[in-house]
């Protein structure tokens, strides 16, 4: 019988992160002052974030950071996840390439995300934080973030997207079931959002306007500091819990992917599940190929251009070195509500610059036709997010069909659609499109980028 499912036993799970900034060739910028333009230390950052998350986001010289045993503990609920190998899917495609996927979906909260809000929340408590706040798209980071609250027991204030939330409604219940407070982002609640909503009184809302509110409410209340599920390096570096066991449980397969491939928001699913691999290409030789799988709707990293912007649409944060469309720019309203982001993160942006890893556009329509394939070969209904990186490898898959290589194709399924059907709903009721930006469109909201 052929072996499907991989799991660690919780005695092999790491105890470390990787930080992959320890072995970048050339290292990533570093963030800057609006106004001053000099780099910004960690007591600089440490008004804002936990002051450990400052820490690990400007290290440039640890390889491994410890995980705390408290967070350790906290994973063992949990991990490890399983890598599965895709059967289904290869012979539905009868393709000769071995398509793998670690499930990340079987998560609490049914993501990836909670592998950051358990540590963010953790170096919260720590410090002695009482309130933290976020922001959240599609949900699942908001949600996550809600349970890591709870779970350490801090109280919680979360800006959803307001297209989101009103496309996802059961992710709010999830967060207030864990004692959240949910707020529609732009709101009348902060200056930036009412600010937004005086220019723009029908504005959807985007991640960039969720992050201003929770910013703004963050350095405006006392004992509270601002959390985050992408973008940002620590977050990436607290996902790489993916890609390491995914390195261990390859080993059991027998196998080493020759392609890596995850949906693209911000970048945190991405790093997890690459970055342990990806220190191989830098260190031991290995020629893997890793792709980011982004909307069509939302390309930065084909169609974006790399220069200090802000994180966030009121102008809160710090300038960052990123690919991106420009801080103002609206993205359309399409279901991946996690992947509706101007920018791509800071050590992301610096190995696409670097050529090391690559972006692929996927079209809404596509994406969708892909989770539905694996909905019915695996069993599983995957978030719209994550079927941008089912379609990517079913793209790759596909090539192999043609050349005839048995490439070994690993993706990440960050998580699941179960609170999605209302978009696979549209999708099979024919409602759904295809959104394209326009050249001029992203000319317009880079020009908005302070130089």
């Known amino acids: 019988m052929k072996q499907k499912r991989f799991i660690l036993q919780e005695s092999e799970l790491p105890t470390s992160w990787y930080n992959i900034q320890a072995d970048m060739p050339i290292k990533p910028m570093p963030p800057i002052h609006p106004a001053t333009k000099q780099p910004l230390g960690v007591d600089d950052l440490a008004h804002i974030f936990p002051r450990e998350c400052c820490v690990q986001e400007l290290d440039t010289e640890h390889r491994f950071i410890p995980i705390p045993d408290e967070v350790i503990e906290k994973y063992r609920f949990y991990r490890s996840t399983p890598l599965v190998r895709a059967y289904g899917l290869e012979e539905a495609l009868q393709t000769p390439a071995h398509i793998y996927f670690k499930n990340e979906s079987v998560n609490p909260l049914g993501s990836h995300k909670i592998n950051s809000a358990l540590a963010q929340c953790y170096y919260a408590k720590q410090e002695g934080t009482t309130n933290v706040t976020t922001e959240t798209g599609a949900g699942q980071w908001g949600a996550a973030l809600a349970y890591a609250a709870s779970v350490f027991g801090l109280e919680a204030a979360v800006y959803q997207v307001k297209i989101s939330m009103q496309q996802k409604p059961y992710r709010s219940s999830i967060m207030r079931t864990f004692?959240?407070?949910?707020?529609?982002?732009?709101?009348?609640?902060?200056?930036?959002?009412?600010?937004?909503?005086?220019?723009?009184p029908h504005h959807p809302g985007s991640l960039g306007t969720a992050i201003s509110e929770a910013v703004e409410l963050a350095t405006t209340t006392p004992n509270c500091k601002y959390t985050l599920g992408s973008v940002l390096n620590h977050v990436?570096?607290?996902?790489?819990?993916?890609?390491?066991?995914?390195?261990?449980?390859?080993?059991?397969?027998?196998?080493?992917p020759d392609v890596v491939i995850a949906c693209f928001g911000g970048g945190s699913n991405f790093g997890g599940i690459a970055f342990p691999f990806m220190r191989h290409n830098l260190k031991d030789g290995k020629q893997t190929e890793f792709i980011a799988a982004e909307p069509e709707s939302c390309p930065k990293l084909t169609r974006g251009e790399f220069r200090y912007d802000f994180g966030d649409e009121a102008g809160y944060t710090p300038l960052l070195p990123m690919f991106t469309l420009g801080h103002s720019f609206k993205p359309a309203n399409i279901h991946a509500g996690g992947l509706r982001y101007h920018g791509a993160g800071v050590i992301i942006s610096q190995l696409?610059?670097?050529?090391?890893?690559?972006?692929?556009?996927i079209p809404q329509l596509e994406s969708f036709d892909a989770g539905m394939l694996f909905a019915r070969t695996e069993g599983i209904i995957p978030a719209p997010e994550s079927s941008h990186a089912i379609a990517a490898a079913i793209r790759e898959a596909n090539k192999c069909k043609q050349t005839g290589e048995e490439k070994v194709i690993l993706f990440n399924l960050s998580g699941h659609g179960l609170i999605d059907m209302s978009a696979y709903d549209q999708y099979l009721n024919g409602d759904l499109v295809n959104y394209r930006v326009t050249d001029a469109d992203i000319e317009k909201n880079l020009q908005n980028i302070p130089q």
């Open 236 to 256: 990436g570096l607290h996902q790489t819990i993916i890609g390491l066991e995914a390195e261990k449980q390859m080993e059991m397969a027998g196998e080493y």
């Open 352 to 361: 696409i610059k670097d050529g090391l890893m690559h972006g692929v556009d």
């Open 179 to 200: 004692g959240a407070a949910v707020t529609g982002s732009p709101s009348m609640s902060t200056r930036a959002g009412k600010d937004i909503i005086t220019r723009d």
